[in-house]
């Protein structure tokens, strides 16, 4: 009884996503996945969410709502939320037992922005359809495309930081023999040659549709000339494995493509082998074999892989395969972030960045250190979805996404930036003011301050950034304090005069909120800016029981993230 009544939930749920039509599978879906032990039990299941969701679908819409918002108002939130959001199905999902994608990094870099796309859909359409997300590290090029030991961890946790945990590994280093194996298949049905024709040659025939006197050769010869690749009888350059295609292909590029070839891994080891072979597969060699092996169903990738596929489809055909479902999206470019993996890397090896986090980087560990959280990352993707159209995108659509997730729960605190000094006479007797560590949920808690003039003045610091705003109007107000006038702007001091205490006057005068610290209070502050600069002034007291991840703003300044509390505090500016 339990269970039906979960269905009905499920069921409504999915018809209020649905124009009041719920869909039979995705409610069997979501049930499974929320009770996995009814798996054993499917037959009835479905027989019972195929009646419940027939009983359902009669009701009105207006009816089914009222359900919902009468037994599991939240849930009703919730569902809203992730329909905003939804991403259009796959195609021919049925065909397949399972939804199967991947992720397919060469670890030759950390992870940055541009490889969201791909690492969020996959993962999202994997969820979508419960079925299963692959890491699988392409690590097949030790001489130009290098890979390091380090980044197979640091892309391992850039996912994880992304949520999106993958649910099974492959290194295409550990699958050498693998790929041996198959182009020995190939070579022996004759759709693959050993062409040991100069790159030049070979091109200068190839792009008239004329075959190299290599592709001739008989089965057996091929297989003379695959071990001396193997045995070093060819050395580097001087023989590759070409893939047979149609040499009359429009894309030049396309035909007899190049599968294997020889890297000379004494002069170039690799990272994680050595030297252990000499012979390696190219990118559409591997990941065409490793796609099927592993049962890819759903390829999610770049257009500009639609040639690769092309490539591949020949292949395929010759190993008698099914290509798997290839979705291209378009490109997406981040205004102002460099996203070419090769810049990142030489600048930082140069020193032109300090470190692989740092603030000018678009990468995944930069966004971290600066407080960018993970699921607006996540949600800024989902809102593109895969659209086959070009994306450019700008920093600020992504603080756009980290501002609804962080603004709700971020603390408010003080920090004055290149602080100055503010001297108030004329002030009436002491206060003692409180401000909310947020404004939207007082629950959070209040800073207090307390001002105890002497001689009827006090001294405060308040942001020389606010000067300007001084000069121009006479009649300022300390964020929940007083109102005061400014009297004179000298180089190092502000004199000013108390003129009130009511908030509701600096309203009617239009009167500026400024922040402030009452003068010898506070914790000196450095907050790294997204050019790398350095943004130096004192933060409130309250920020010592601040602890390195948390997520706060400095009013009228920025969200920014905490990361070191000691001495005093450093922080990285996230957005305004
Ligand atoms: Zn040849």
Same mark, same amino acid.
């Given at each position: 009884?339990?269970?039906k009544?979960?269905?009905?939930k499920?069921a409504?749920?999915?018809?209020?996503?649905?124009?009041?039509?719920a869909?039979? %599978?995705?409610?069997l879906?979501k049930i499974?996945?929320e009770?996995?032990? *009814? @798996?054993? =039990? #499917?037959k /009835?299941v479905?027989?019972?969410?195929k009646e419940?969701v027939?009983?359902?679908?009669k009701?009105?819409?207006g009816e %089914?709502?009222?359900?919902?918002?009468?037994?599991?108002?939240?849930?009703? *939130? @919730?569902? =809203? #939320?992730e /329909?905003?959001?939804?991403l259009?199905s796959?195609?021919n999902?049925?065909k397949?037992k399972r939804v199967?994608?991947r992720f397919?990094p060469?670890?030759d870099c950390?992870?940055?922005?541009?490889s969201?796309?791909?690492i969020?859909l996959?993962?999202?359409y994997a969820?979508k359809?419960d079925?299963?997300?692959?890491?699988r590290f392409?690590d097949t090029d030790?001489?130009?495309?290098?890979?390091?030991?380090?980044f197979?961890d640091?892309?391992?946790r850039?996912?994880?930081w992304?949520g999106?945990?993958?649910d099974?590994?492959?290194i295409?280093s550990d699958?050498i023999?693998?790929?041996y194996?198959h182009?020995?298949?190939l070579?022996s049905?004759?759709?693959?040659?050993?062409?040991?024709?100069?790159s030049?040659?070979?091109?200068?025939?190839?792009?008239?549709k004329?075959p190299c006197?290599?592709?001739?050769l008989?089965?057996?010869?091929?297989f003379v000339?695959?071990?001396h690749?193997l045995?070093g009888a060819?050395?580097?350059g001087e023989a590759?494995?070409?893939?047979?295609?149609?040499l009359?292909?429009?894309?030049p590029?396309?035909?007899d493509w190049?599968?294997?070839?020889?890297i000379d891994t004494?002069r170039?080891?690799?990272?994680?082998?050595g030297?252990k072979y000499r012979?390696w597969?190219?990118?559409?060699?591997?990941c065409?074999?490793?796609d099927h092996l592993?049962?890819?169903?759903?390829?999610i990738r770049?257009?500009?892989?639609?040639?690769?596929?092309?490539?591949?489809?020949?292949?395929y055909t010759h190993?008698?395969?099914?290509?798997?479902e290839?979705i291209h999206?378009?490109r997406?470019k981040?205004?102002g972030?460099s996203?070419s993996?090769s810049?990142i890397?030489?600048g930082?090896r140069s020193?032109v960045y300090?470190?692989?986090d740092?603030p000018?980087?678009?990468t995944f560990?930069?966004l971290?250190?600066r407080?960018i959280?993970?699921e607006?990352?996540k949600?800024?993707?989902i809102d593109v979805?895969?659209?086959?159209?070009?994306?450019?995108l700008?920093?600020?659509n992504?603080?756009a996404?980290?501002r609804?997730i962080i603004?709700?729960?971020a603390k408010?605190?003080?920090?004055v930036?290149?602080?100055?000094?503010l001297?108030?006479e004329?002030?009436p007797?002491?206060?003692v003011?409180?401000l909310p560590?947020?404004p939207?949920?007082?629950?959070?808690?209040?800073?207090?301050?307390?001002?105890e003039?002497?001689k009827n003045k006090a001294s405060f610091?308040i942001?020389?950034?606010?000067?300007?705003?001084?000069k121009?109007?006479?009649?300022?107000?300390?964020?929940?304090l007083?109102?005061?006038?400014?009297?004179?702007?000298?180089k190092?001091?502000i004199?000013a005069?108390?003129s009130?205490k009511?908030h509701?006057?600096?309203?009617?005068?239009?009167?500026?909120l400024?922040?402030w610290?009452?003068i010898?209070?506070g914790?000196?502050?450095?907050?790294?800016?997204?050019?790398a600069?350095?943004?130096?002034?004192?933060?409130e007291e309250?920020?010592?029981?601040?602890?390195?991840d948390?997520?706060?703003q400095?009013?009228?300044f920025g969200?920014a993230?905490?990361?070191?509390?000691?001495k005093?505090?450093?922080?990285?500016?996230a957005?305004?």
């Amino acid at each position: 009884m339990e269970t039906k009544e979960t269905i009905r939930k499920f069921a409504l749920l999915n018809a209020f996503g649905h124009e009041g039509k719920a869909q039979m %599978q995705s409610v069997l879906g979501k049930i499974l996945a929320e009770q996995p032990h *009814l @798996k054993t =039990k #499917i037959k /009835e299941v479905a027989n019972l969410v195929k009646e419940v969701v027939e009983e359902i679908n009669k009701l009105q819409p207006g009816e %089914q709502k009222r359900l919902i918002e009468k037994s599991w108002p939240e849930a009703l *939130l @919730k569902e =809203k #939320i992730e /329909e905003e959001r939804i991403l259009p199905s796959l195609p021919n999902v049925e065909k397949y037992k399972r939804v199967v994608t991947r992720f397919s990094p060469n670890p030759d870099c950390v992870l940055h922005l541009g490889s969201a796309r791909a690492i969020v859909l996959c993962y999202e359409y994997a969820k979508k359809y419960d079925g299963v997300f692959y890491l699988r590290f392409e690590d097949t090029d030790p001489r130009l495309k290098k890979s390091a030991l380090q980044f197979y961890d640091s892309i391992r946790r850039d996912l994880i930081w992304l949520g999106c945990k993958w649910d099974a590994e492959f290194i295409q280093s550990d699958r050498i023999l693998i790929y041996y194996e198959h182009a020995e298949k190939l070579l022996s049905n004759g759709h693959a040659y050993v062409c040991t024709c100069q790159s030049k040659e070979f091109r200068r025939k190839i792009l008239v549709k004329k075959p190299c006197p290599c592709r001739d050769l008989s089965p057996s010869d091929n297989f003379v000339r695959w071990k001396h690749m193997l045995n070093g009888a060819y050395k580097e350059g001087e023989a590759v494995v070409r893939v047979k295609t149609d040499l009359t292909h429009p894309n030049p590029a396309v035909r007899d493509w190049p599968a294997l070839r020889i890297i000379d891994t004494t002069r170039y080891p690799h990272p994680r082998v050595g030297s252990k072979y000499r012979v390696w597969p190219l990118y559409n060699f591997a990941c065409g074999i490793d796609d099927h092996l592993i049962g890819v169903t759903h390829i999610i990738r770049g257009k500009e892989h639609l040639t690769n596929q092309i490539r591949q489809e020949y292949m395929y055909t010759h190993f008698g395969w099914e290509y798997p479902e290839a979705i291209h999206y378009g490109r997406l470019k981040v205004t102002g972030a460099s996203l070419s993996k090769s810049k990142i890397v030489e600048g930082v090896r140069s020193g032109v960045y300090r470190s692989w986090d740092d603030p000018r980087l678009a990468t995944f560990l930069a966004l971290r250190r600066r407080g960018i959280a993970p699921e607006a990352v996540k949600s800024l993707i989902i809102d593109v979805g895969p659209k086959t159209s070009d994306v450019t995108l700008s920093w600020e659509n992504l603080y756009a996404h980290n501002r609804k997730i962080i603004d709700p729960v971020a603390k408010r605190y003080f920090f004055v930036h290149n602080p100055t000094e503010l001297s108030v006479e004329k002030i009436p007797h002491p206060f003692v003011t409180k401000l909310p560590l947020h404004p939207d949920h007082p629950r959070k808690g209040f800073r207090y301050f307390k001002i105890e003039p002497k001689k009827n003045k006090a001294s405060f610091l308040i942001s020389s950034n606010d000067i300007d705003l001084l000069k121009a109007r006479k009649k300022i107000r300390l964020m929940g304090l007083f109102n005061f006038k400014v009297e004179k702007i000298r180089k190092h001091l502000i004199e000013a005069s108390f003129s009130s205490k009511s908030h509701e006057e600096a309203k009617k005068l239009g009167a500026p909120l400024i922040h402030w610290l009452p003068i010898d209070t506070g914790v000196s502050c450095e907050v790294t800016m997204p050019d790398a600069s350095i943004a130096k002034g004192m933060a409130e007291e309250n920020c010592k029981k601040l602890h390195s991840d948390d997520i706060i703003q400095f009013e009228r300044f920025g969200f920014a993230r905490i990361d070191k509390v000691d001495k005093g505090i450093t922080a990285y500016f996230a957005h305004r």
